[in-house]
């Protein structure tokens, strides 16, 4: 994945970046990040980025001028971009909306809005506008984390074991089951005994009917869309009887 991002706060995306995983799918070339400060491209002696609203209201509203200069800068060198507006009005991302934009051979932009939001004549520049939820955040950077976060996991290569983005509990439609490591009793809490059994259709059948009871319990909606195999349907029969 390679990605502008045009923010007043490069600082806070940086400190996130430089760490773990994603500095790791940095320096083996997987993700690429390019951090700029709009206020860079703002003109006057003050380099103002917002202005108040035309037709009243409360807070401000982020200058046309000093985005589009931004985008003239970026675009010079001709490499083509999908350049996404983050803002609770967008399109809300998911697991496949991640799983599209791992695949998207161009570069990505992203605009971190603030204030009350951006000039409407910035949508002009916008291929796609995306919320990360339906709530209000400070500003885009943290979205626009989210995003390379979720994204970068999805890379070949940027986790160490390949095996865990697939596992990932949305990647399966379903919440994930309870893991566990050492000690085996702690502070009278046990772990399952079927986790030592080595008997993997048990181990995978505990899981399975365990992913399947959070999801029930805690996203009804996602078992209303999966695809349930024989066994799921089994599972979750034993699920509702031990209800009663
Ligand atoms: N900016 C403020 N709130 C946001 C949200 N929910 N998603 C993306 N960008 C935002």
Not at 122 to 132: G, H, N, P
Not at 173 to 187: A, K, N, S
Not at 204 to 211: H, S
Request: one cysteine or more; a negative charge.
């Amino acid at each position: 994945m390679k990605c502008d991002v045009l923010t007043l706060f490069p600082e806070v995306l940086e400190a996130y970046l430089n760490e773990s995983i994603l500095k790791r799918a940095c320096e083996k070339d997987l993700l690429e990040t390019r951090l700029y400060n709009i206020r860079d491209f703002a003109t006057g002696p003050h380099r103002t980025v917002d202005d108040s609203p035309y037709g009243g209201g409360a807070g401000m509203v982020f200058k046309p001028e000093p985005l589009f200069s931004a985008l003239d800068f970026l675009r010079d060198d001709g490499e083509p971009r999908k350049v996404i507006l983050l803002s609770p009005q967008g399109r809300p991302f998911n697991q496949a909306t991640a799983e599209d934009y791992s695949r998207e051979t161009r570069r990505f932009v992203f605009i971190c809005g603030r204030y009350e939001g951006v000039d409407e004549r910035v949508m002009t520049l916008v291929d796609e506008e995306v919320s990360i939820g339906d709530y209000v955040i400070t500003g885009g950077e943290l979205a626009a984390l989210v995003i390379i976060d979720a994204v970068t996991r999805l890379v070949p290569g940027a986790l160490g074991d390949e095996k865990s983005a697939e596992e990932d509990s949305f990647s399966r439609g379903l919440l994930d089951y309870p893991h566990y490591t050492r000690p085996r009793e702690f502070r009278g809490m046990k772990v399952p005994e079927v986790l030592f059994s080595g008997n993997h259709r048990q181990i995978y059948l505990w899981r399975r009917r365990e992913a399947l009871r959070k999801t029930v319990e805690m996203r009804p909606d996602l078992i209303e869309k999966f695809d349930l195999s024989d066994t799921d349907k089994k599972l979750l029969k034993e699920i509702e009887e031990e209800k009663v």
